[in-house]
């Protein structure tokens, strides 16, 4: 599972403005079927208006809203068919964990979010095979590429914290302004207190997953893994590689105990990961 969210630029990565071309861009695949915490098949003109109506204090040239896409690995489609309702349901179990992230005591009613699952992608100049020229840019991308595109505004649901500071039920002058992007990591001091952590996200999305699906994930396909194989050092690299190794030995003991007694000789494949598992100190 991959969480992105994207940071800034000049076109669609500009979020200063309007929303409505980034929505726009995202009716390329099919028009309309938008949903939100709590509601279906949103279409792209009420995603603009609600979107852009909900902002307070802020300047012309601060962000007004943030994308987060929500990328399932084609083994976590697999294990949910690439079910079009399980995905709305994880994508609404992520904006909750993407809420409670900023530790300000809020949860997905305090935003305002609209979302859509894609289910084809296509090559761009980041992919290795288009640098090296074994496929063209815009290529269609083979196997399940099912995806999903969160926009959320920065501002909190205004509606929701009018009704509560009418109801007396908080005392806050102003509506939360919320940046997944902000530099600050559980901050308590200070102008901008809570923050936002992205790699402590990155894994409560994942483990969502897992827990809503029943997926057993291997310990190759975390965040965790993947992280500190690009950013760790070469000890703790080397402890993971061994832990995946044991994960594997053990993988294949268990698939014995369910052959016959004619397809339980052990490969000598596994034999030899055995002895190397042994001599590695976890």
């Known amino acids: 599972m991959v969480a992105k969210i994207p940071n800034g630029g000049s076109g669609l990565g500009q979020r200063s403005g309007s929303c409505g071309g980034l929505v726009a861009y995202l009716e390329k695949e099919v028009q309309g079927q938008w949903f939100s915490l709590d509601r279906e098949d949103v279409s792209a003109g009420e995603v603009v208006a609600t979107l852009d109506a909900n902002k307070r204090n802020l300047n012309r040239d601060a962000d007004k809203y943030y994308q987060v896409v929500l990328a399932p690995s084609q083994a976590e489609l697999r294990h949910i068919g690439s079910d079009p309702e399980k995905l709305r349901a994880y994508t609404r179990t992520a904006m909750e964990q993407y809420a409670a992230n900023f530790g300000k005591g809020i949860e997905g009613r305090d935003l305002v979010y609209f979302a859509k699952v894609e289910h084809e992608r296509t090559t761009n100049h980041q992919d290795r095979a288009v640098q090296v020229g074994d496929v063209a840019r815009g290529q269609a991308k ?141």
């Open 142 to 282: 083979a196997g399940p590429q099912t995806h999903i595109h969160v926009i959320v505004s920065r501002t909190e649901n205004l509606v929701r914290y009018t009704e509560r500071k009418q109801a007396g039920e908080m005392d806050r002058k102003n509506p939360y302004h919320l940046s997944p992007l902000t530099n600050h990591k559980n901050t308590q001091r200070g102008v901008v207190t809570g923050g936002f952590e992205r790699k402590q996200y990155s894994e409560q999305v994942e483990q969502a997953f897992d827990q809503l699906f029943g997926y057993e994930r291997p310990l190759t396909e975390t965040f965790r893994y993947a992280h500190a194989m690009q950013h760790g050092s070469p000890e703790e690299c080397a402890v993971l590689r061994a832990q995946v190794l044991r994960e594997e030995y053990q993988r294949q003991l268990a698939l014995q105990t369910t052959q016959s007694p004619q397809q339980q000789a052990v490969p000598e494949s596994v034999t030899h990961e055995k002895r190397r598992v042994r001599g590695l100190r976890l």
